[in-house]
């Protein structure tokens, strides 16, 4: 059971960037996703969750309008699209997997499964 996320990288403010998340040994699909950010010094944050289905998204104050989450359970894939990029956006970006799926957990700790985490540094 794994999940990778990958993605990440140097970009200037206002840039985007697409994280992935790929999923190996279990089924994706069973399970709502989040995506959680952890900058130097600071405590982990949810930054966005998608439901199993994909029919419901939520989204941290800090990033509403600027980031998109999406899943492909056919390709066992989730994503994060950062749009308008800030310095403080800088943050290791993990991907994270949860198997009850009737509510969409906002903690980490409800979390089972989670990625090794992917670096995106913002420039000023």
């Known amino acids: 059971v794994q999940l990778q996320a990958s993605g990440g990288g140097l970009v200037q403010a206002g840039g985007s960037l697409r994280l992935s998340c790929a999923a190996s040994?279990?089924?994706?699909?069973?399970?709502?996703v989040g995506w959680f950010r952890q900058a130097p010094g600071k405590e982990r944050e949810g930054v966005s969750y998608?439901?199993?289905?994909?029919?419901?998204?939520r989204y941290g104050d800090s990033v509403k309008g600027r980031f998109t989450i999406s899943r492909d359970n056919a390709k066992n894939m989730a994503y994060l699209q950062m749009n308008s990029l800030k310095p403080e956006d800088t943050a290791v970006y993990y991907c994270a997997a949860d198997n009850f799926v009737y509510e969409m957990a906002i903690a980490a700790s409800e979390y089972d499964y989670w990625g090794q985490g992917t670096l995106v540094t913002v420039s000023s």
């Open positions: 998608i439901s199993a289905n994909g029919a419901t998204t």
């Open positions: 040994g279990f089924t994706l699909g069973d399970y709502v």
